[in-house]
């Protein structure tokens, strides 16, 4: 069963999966769509620490260039309000920024090239936004 299948199984119309377990499955087919088209996975779910700090849901690196991609990954059960893509506001772009560079500080090394990615996983398909916005504009 393909990731997109899985994901439709798991957020099916049952109403039995839990906010937590839909955000999972989207993050698990956002995952696989990414390993597809040849990225590796380095860390899952960064956070920050201490309270009002940022959260990744995905960090990977592209192979080809060794760019690290930070990643979002947004799902919504219907295009309504924007869709997935609607949620992503400035205040959550920002937040993303923040434990972007905190990751980066930690790394200790000169930072590889970056960018910003988001996911959309919607009942429709899944949507990859390259390069989707950057630390200056958040």
Aim: with cysteine; aromatic share 6%.
């Amino acid at each position: 069963m393909g990731f997109l299948q899985n994901y439709k199984k798991t957020t099916g119309s049952g109403g039995s999966a839990t906010t937590k377990q839909r955000g999972d499955a989207a993050e698990e087919a956002a995952l696989a769509h990414l390993q597809a088209a040849g990225l590796r996975l380095v860390m899952r779910n960064y956070r920050t620490p201490g309270r009002g700090g940022g959260e990744i849901d995905l960090i990977v690196r592209d192979p080809r260039d060794g760019t690290l991609v930070f990643v979002e990954v947004r799902q919504r059960a219907s295009g309504t309000h924007g869709g997935a893509g609607g949620s992503i506001t400035g205040v959550k772009q920002r937040r993303i920024v923040f434990a972007a560079r905190h990751y980066l500080l930690a790394l200790r090394t000169a930072p590889p090239p970056c960018r910003f990615d988001v996911v959309l996983v919607e009942p429709q398909g899944i949507e990859w936004l390259q390069a989707a916005f950057d630390a200056g504009t958040a």
